[in-house]
């Protein structure tokens, strides 16, 4: 079987089919690429968790005081990987459990509340630090209405 070609195309019929072959390999290997590069930028978001030092994670227990009510007693707290943490303070004199939860940012600030039984829920804001001796110290005020009151947690870890 024999092509006949028309005269005109025949000098650089073979380099214009192989030129357009070699153009479309090209345009395809850039759309992949293209395409590659558009997926990476729409991944979907890292997780941005604060993750809290690993000087403050972790389980504790000691004691709690409101230094303006003379009012101390037990307390026993976690502070997760990720910055939850939650906890009781019991009252010694009252016998009365208090819950905190909340969750702390990798700097130490805590925001979380508090609930006494029987009654609502009191917002709870404060900053959390470690000791020299490897506690931790935290200074809380708590908000119940309009009134507030200060919390002082000295711990040590579990």
Same mark, same amino acid.
């Given at each position: 079987? $024999?092509?006949? /070609?028309?005269?005109? /195309?025949?000098?650089?019929?073979?380099?214009?089919? +192989?030129?357009?072959? *070699?153009?479309?390999?090209?345009?395809? @290997?850039?759309?992949?690429?293209? /395409?590659?590069?558009?997926?990476? !930028?729409?991944?979907?978001?890292?997780?941005?968790?604060?993750?809290?030092?690993?000087?403050?994670?972790? #389980?504790? $227990? %000691?004691? @709690?005081?409101?230094?303006?009510?003379?009012?101390?007693? *037990?307390?026993? /707290?976690?502070?997760?990987?990720?910055?939850?943490?939650?906890?009781?303070?019991?009252? =010694? =004199?009252?016998?009365?459990?208090?819950?905190? =939860?909340?969750?702390?940012?990798?700097?130490?600030?805590?925001?979380?509340? #508090?609930?006494?039984?029987?009654?609502?829920?009191?917002?709870?804001? %404060?900053? @959390?630090?470690?000791?020299?001796? !490897? !506690?931790?110290?935290?200074?809380?005020?708590? +908000?119940?209405?309009? $009134?507030?009151?200060?919390?002082?947690?000295?711990?040590? +870890?579990?």
């Amino acid at each position: 079987m $024999s092509y006949h /070609l028309h005269p005109k /195309l025949k000098p650089f019929h073979y380099a214009q089919r +192989r030129a357009s072959k *070699m153009v479309f390999s090209i345009m395809r @290997f850039s759309t992949v690429i293209g /395409l590659v590069i558009v997926l990476v !930028g729409c991944q979907a978001p890292v997780n941005r968790t604060a993750y809290v030092s690993k000087a403050l994670a972790g #389980s504790y $227990s %000691g004691t @709690f005081e409101l230094p303006h009510a003379a009012i101390q007693g *037990m307390a026993t /707290l976690t502070i997760f990987d990720q910055g939850q943490t939650s906890g009781v303070l019991t009252d =010694s =004199s009252a016998n009365v459990n208090e819950t905190i =939860s909340g969750s702390m940012s990798g700097t130490g600030q805590f925001v979380g509340s #508090s609930k006494y039984p029987g009654e609502g829920t009191n917002q709870l804001k %404060g900053t @959390f630090r470690v000791t020299d001796s !490897g !506690g931790v110290e935290a200074h809380l005020v708590e +908000r119940r209405g309009k $009134s507030s009151t200060s919390i002082v947690l000295k711990l040590h +870890r579990d």
